[in-house]
Structure formats: C-alpha cells, structure tokens
C-alpha cells in the first residue's frame, strides 16, 4: 500500500512563493504528480516527475514558475511554487501511480493524498 501526506499550503499574496512537500510511504512508485482542484472545477494536472527526479512535465499554465522535484532517500516529492497568481488557488493533491513515468494523465494516478489548500490573494 503507498501512502501520501501533503504539506505546505498556505495563504500567500500574489507573486509570492510557497513550497508544498508530499511524504510518501510504502512501496516505491513509477511516477508522482501533484493535482489541484478549485472549487466547482475539475481536477487539474499541474506537474508531474518520474522516480529517480529526471524526467518532468508541467502544464503549460505553471511552466516556468512551478518546479517539481523528487528526492530519493526521503521518499519525498515536492513542489516549489513561484510567481503565484490568484488562478492557482486550489486544493492540492499528491498522486503516485505505478504506471508511466510523470504521466500528465491524471486518471493513471491510484494513490492520492488528502490534499494541502493553496490561496493566493490580489
């Protein structure tokens, strides 16, 4: 069973940063993403990274202000955020499925956290 835990969600104002961590337990998996919903929205991609950290993919919504990273011995995934706008407000997600590898494809991902809520004031 893998298990995810979500941390590092806050209130920040726009063009700030937060940080959001996602600390994974039992078996390793092929691909984590994290996925974030606003509410009356569906779920949406944001990043997505590979079990060894060197394969990436991001929406083109974040390209360029988020990054994802992955670090092994803590079994850890995070996101760092930049340049946050106020359409990034959301509840965030960390996913892991053992298929793929930083899949885009939110419905390969089987394991999902509770999620961390991000808003972003103007």
């Known amino acids: 069973q893998v298990q995810l835990v979500e941390s590092g969600g806050g209130l920040v104002q726009a063009g700030g940063a937060l940080s959001l961590s996602c600390a994974a337990s039992?078996?390793?998996?092929?691909?984590y993403a994290w996925v974030r919903q606003a509410p009356g929205k569906e779920r949406e991609f944001v990043a997505a990274v590979s079990r060894n950290g060197i394969i990436r993919n991001y929406a083109d919504s974040v390209k360029g202000r988020f990054s994802i990273s992955r670090d092994n011995a803590k079994d850890t995934v995070y996101l760092q955020m930049n340049s946050l706008k106020p359409e990034d407000t959301a509840l965030y997600y960390c996913a892991a499925s053992d298929y793929g590898s930083a899949s885009r494809r939110t419905t390969l991902y089987d394991y999902w956290g509770q999620g961390t809520q991000v808003t972003v004031s103007s």
């Open positions: 039992g078996r390793p998996c092929t691909s």
